[in-house]
């Protein structure tokens, strides 16, 4: 019998940003019955919940096909012998909790291969898996998940701009960690891939495999009633913001099964995803919980990305002229006005005043008056707006804005 418990009720609409969060916990769950892969109603699934107990029974649980994204942190596994003292012999706070304990590498790949396969079943066949590690254990996790049959997409390594250093001097200063970012299968297509807003977050530079981002602490970092640090190894939110920036949309379900105190749920809400945790730990689930609360969503307006050019609208240049926004006879202008160009009314170009003038669509034209083989002319060709040229691309913009 599956007993829930809910912590803090508001009611959800499953297309707004995240308005609830709760705790369910978790005595005893059985496997779902297999079903073809379709739509699975939003009512189906825990959606801005903490499911505290067994990340498998909770998982086994879920309906296929159902999640867009998985994001996961699970387990180090990093046999740990003894404690380790920094030069003035202070100790430090190491991961040493007993989750973190495996009898064996077989027991902690049994585990590995059991929670990937859950994991992949309630992938969309649009999602896509995020999965963090250590050298400790980020190399077995990538063997079980190709063996399952992921597909790896991309590995990232983000690079702490703030790492412990190596106290005993022994060996270089663990200063990263590697993400793999992987699609449920080898055939898969349409997974969310937000190529320009990540542009965008980079300075309108093409976003690379190594992020330098700080580690957690300050005010983000959660404590504990002592005043320590409650989770050892909470993930900056930083971090989960280019995740799920990169890798989702608004409104999409988000999957961590290795909550911890919440960044994934708190970053979630933030952007207008919705989550479902999974947290084993009762006193994490609980911080998760009060720590989400606080987080506010951000609004409609501020939740906008920049698109790519594929995801946008068609508009043909001869919308622009149909519209009035472009008339015939328009002289259009390339770089410095070295080119010029004047439409005609079926919306192609005609390239300079002699009677066997070049003629054809603005691309074509754009690149026939620089001798190329092909060109984008909707940022080759200008318009006079007073004395300043501006590119035509604008006023397609302009033509998207208004639907």
Not at 149 to 167: A, E, Q, S, V, Y
Not at 185 to 203: I, P, S, V
Not at 289 to 300: F, K, N, T, Y
Not at 379 to 386: E, L, N, Q
Request: hydrophobic share 40%; net charge positive.
């Amino acid at each position: 019998m599956t007993q829930f418990c809910i912590l803090r009720q508001a009611a959800i609409d499953a297309e707004s940003p995240v308005t609830q969060c709760g705790v369910m916990s978790v005595s005893k769950s059985k496997s779902p019955r297999k079903t073809a892969l379709k739509a699975v109603p939003r009512a189906a699934l825990p959606l801005d919940m903490i499911l505290q107990g067994d990340c498998l029974e909770h998982l086994r649980a879920l309906p296929d096909a159902s999640i867009d994204l998985v994001f996961a942190d699970p387990p180090y596994n990093l046999q740990l012998k003894g404690e380790l003292h920094r030069p003035d012999q202070s100790k430090v706070d190491a991961v040493d909790d007993d989750w973190d304990k495996f009898d064996s590498f077989a027991a902690y790949d049994a585990f590995t291969r059991a929670w990937l396969a859950e994991a992949r079943r309630v992938l969309k066949p649009t999602g896509t898996l995020w999965v963090i590690g250590s050298y400790h254990n980020i190399f077995r996790v990538g063997t079980a998940l190709q063996d399952i049959g992921f597909w790896i997409l991309n590995d990232i390594i983000w690079r702490k701009t703030n790492p412990m250093p190596n106290f005993r001097g022994t060996r270089f200063a663990n200063a990263h960690e590697t993400l793999i970012w992987a699609a449920r299968d080898e055939k898969a297509t349409g997974y969310t891939f937000n190529y320009q807003a990540m542009k965008a977050l980079n300075e309108d530079v093409q976003m690379r495999s190594d992020w330098s981002l700080p580690l957690c602490n300050g005010h983000e970092r959660v404590k504990g009633a002592d005043g320590r640090k409650l989770h050892p190894t909470q993930k900056p939110e930083s971090l989960l913001h280019r995740v799920l920036l990169s890798a989702s949309n608004r409104g999409d379900v988000v999957l961590d099964p290795f909550f911890g105190t919440g960044t994934t749920g708190a970053v979630a809400k933030q952007l207008g995803r919705h989550f479902i945790g999974i947290e084993a730990e009762a006193d994490y689930a609980e911080a998760a919980m009060q720590r989400i609360g606080r987080v506010e969503p951000l609004d409609a307006d501020s939740l906008d990305i920049t698109q790519s050019a594929k995801s946008q609208p068609r508009v043909p240049f001869g919308t622009l002229v149909e519209r009035g926004l472009v008339k015939p006879g328009t002289q259009l202008f390339g770089p410095a006005r070295r080119y010029q160009a004047r439409v005609r009314a079926d919306g192609s170009l005609k390239l300079g005043r002699a009677k066997d003038a070049p003629t054809g669509s603005i691309h074509k034209i754009g690149a026939a008056a620089q001798g190329a083989q092909a060109c984008n002319g909707w940022t080759f060709w200008h318009y006079k707006d007073g004395d300043r040229l501006v590119p035509i691309d604008n006023l397609r913009q302009k033509l998207r804005s208004e639907g």
